[in-house]
C-alpha cells in the first residue's frame, strides 16, 4: 500500500511529507514512530517552547510539546500515481 506520511506539529508552514510504501497499516504506524525523529521541528526552539531555567519544567514542556507532534502526525492512503509523482 502506498501511503502519505504529514509530520506536524500543529503550526502553519511546518509540515512535512514523506512517501512511501508499506505492507500494512501497522507497518505505517511504525513508520511514523521511527521517522518523527528526523521531522525537523521535533526538537523545538524557542518559537514552540520557551526556554527554562527550571531543568524538569522544560522537560515537561518538551515532553508535551513533542507528544503534539505525535498527534498531529498521521498518515493517509494515496494512489500510485500519487505516490510515483512524488517519490
Known amino acids: 500500500m502506498y501511503i502519505k506520511i504529514t ?3 500543529g503550526y502553519c508552514g511546518c509540515d512535512e511529507y514523506e512517501y512511501v510504501e508499506v505492507a500494512n497499516e501497522n507497518e505505517a ?12 521541528f521535533f ?3 524557542g518559537r514552540f517552547i520557551e526556554y527554562s531555567d527550571d531543568e524538569e519544567e522544560y522537560e515537561q514542556e518538551l515532553e ?10 498521521g498518515w493517509e492512503e494515496i494512489s ?3 505516490y510515483e509523482e512524488n517519490v
Open 7 to 9: 509530520y506536524s506539529n
Open 43 to 45: 526538537e523545538p526552539d
Open 29 to 40: 504506524n511504525e513508520y511514523i514512530r521511527d521517522g518523527i525523529n528526523n521531522y525537523v
Open 64 to 73: 508535551f510539546y513533542q507528544q503534539g507532534c505525535f498527534d498531529y502526525s
Open 80 to 82: 500510485k500515481e500519487e
